[in-house]
């Protein structure tokens, strides 16, 4: 583990942090937002951000529109990001630092998506908003922007990135929304398994068995269902079509292992896959890049291996 991702755990646990599994989900979420602005550099500028809503199945849908190159007319893809949280806590203001480092790093526009959270409601609420924001922007973006949408970059960290690797199969067929790339940092993807890492790490790590568990219940509690692979989406026995893969994992993080494991299947069904596989770092690096140096030394990485997987795909 490096020092520095130690010194954080250390002062995480000497400042008496409350057991956030005891809390109730309103004081959980207060709690995690306070934490962000504390952990995380400040979000890069972005020449045009703005909030608006858009319909979805269970009502209006909060996304953040942002666009780098506001008044340019040529075609461009779109990134849609997912924020994570354990489909509990986050929301547009959580992750807005990680979906502005993406998008200005590469120079695209995009939406950050505020889909309903559970417990009050869970599995499928989550995931049906994220697929009707992601066809929206598939649709509806190019108007906002004054500039055709090519095609689309699914992203989302934990259980964004659960999200977005089920979007990205769901989708997979609708020609009027084509995923390009699907970025998955961190991401949950077995509900049902069991892997090393998660023994491993289940405790002192940030993100912590208890705290998995009650996310897991509170997204879907039959646990009869969590090999579907609308929520696992390891299960998905044909992968042909995804879309080109880049899968982040952290050493020393829980998820680990299942990350690795879906990397590893998209590739044995001739999926391109990116791994990358960050040592000596824990679930959730993305979002500590004040608090961690070399986390925002690996986001620069990240951003670079997405530049060269957009270029193989051209």
Same mark, same amino acid.
């Given at each position: ?20 599994? $005891?809390?109730?989900?309103?004081? /959980?979420? &207060?709690?995690?937002?306070?934490? !962000? +602005? %504390?952990?995380?550099?400040? *979000? @890069? ?79 499928? $609420?989550?995931?049906?908003?994220? /697929?009707? &924001?992601?066809?929206?922007?598939? !649709? +509806? %973006?190019?108007?906002?922007? *004054? @500039? ?85 989406? /390891? ?80």
């Amino acid at each position: 583990m490096l020092p520095e991702v130690k010194t954080l755990l250390e002062q995480m646990t000497a400042s008496g942090m409350p057991d956030s599994m $005891a809390m109730p989900v309103e004081e /959980l979420r &207060a709690a995690f937002a306070g934490q !962000s +602005g %504390l952990t995380d550099l400040p *979000g @890069r500028d972005i020449a045009s951000v703005s909030d608006q809503t858009i319909s979805g199945p269970g009502g209006d849908i909060p996304i953040r529109i942002y666009d780098p190159n506001p008044g340019h007319t040529d075609p461009s893809r779109a990134l849609v990001f997912y924020h994570g949280g354990g489909y509990v806590i986050g929301d547009l203001e959580s992750h807005d630092s990680v979906a502005r480092r993406l998008i200005d790093g590469l120079g695209i526009p995009g939406i950050a998506v505020d889909y309903r959270l559970a417990p009050e409601f869970p599995f499928p $609420a989550p995931l049906d908003d994220c /697929l009707a &924001a992601t066809q929206w922007a598939a !649709s +509806g %973006l190019a108007e906002v922007l *004054g @500039r055709p949408i090519t095609g689309l970059i699914v992203s989302g960290d934990s259980a964004g990135g659960n999200l977005a690797a089920v979007v990205a199969q769901s989708l997979r067929s609708d020609e009027d929304a084509t995923i390009d790339l699907q970025v998955l940092l961190y991401p949950v993807i077995d509900f049902a398994g069991d892997y090393a890492s998660r023994a491993a790490h289940s405790e002192g790590k940030l993100l912590d068995k208890s705290a998995m568990d009650m996310f897991s219940a509170s997204y879907c509690a039959d646990e009869t269902m969590y090999t579907d692979p609308k929520i696992s989406p /390891l299960y998905e026995d044909d992968l042909a079509g995804l879309a080109p893969a880049v899968v982040v994992v952290a050493e020393y993080d829980p998820l680990h292992d299942e990350g690795v494991a879906y990397a590893d299947k998209l590739k044995a069904a001739g999926i391109p896959v990116w791994l990358r596989d960050e040592a000596g770092l824990i679930h959730g690096f993305y979002s500590f890049r004040q608090a961690l140096p070399t986390a925002e030394a690996r986001t620069e990485e990240l951003i670079e291996t997405l530049k060269e997987a957009l270029v193989c795909l051209s």
